[in-house]
């Protein structure tokens, strides 16, 4: 029943299911994923969803997209996300 609701959803719907499922989305969780920024999404994203999950971001937004939102909101905050910056930088990117 879950996966047949979830396959109802948006791709970015589903991109904030997982993320309140996993406690890292609570503000926004009353909110229509038509209401959240992009930049938002994909940042929160990157920094917590699994890998599985990163495939559908980039199908939605673009590899390009979510590697300038990488640079600006996550490799630029230095020591704060070291360690998430190079494995995405290793992995992903």
């Known amino acids: 029943m879950r996966e047949k609701y979830l396959n109802s959803l948006s791709s970015k719907a589903q991109l904030v299911y997982y993320l309140n499922a996993t406690g890292r989305f609570w503000e926004y969780c009353n909110q229509a994923s038509d209401?959240?920024?992009?930049?938002?999404?994909?940042?929160?994203?990157?920094?917590?969803?699994?890998?599985?999950?990163?495939?559908?971001?980039?199908?939605?937004?673009?590899?390009?997209?979510?590697?300038q939102v990488f640079e600006q909101q996550i490799k630029s905050k230095g020591q704060y996300y070291s360690n998430i910056s190079f494995l995405l930088e290793a992995v992903v990117f």
Do not use: H, S, T
């Open 35 to 67: 209401n959240i920024p992009d930049d938002l999404l994909i940042q929160k994203a990157l920094l917590y969803l699994e890998f599985e999950d990163m495939n559908q971001l980039f199908n939605l937004y673009g590899k390009d997209r979510c590697r």
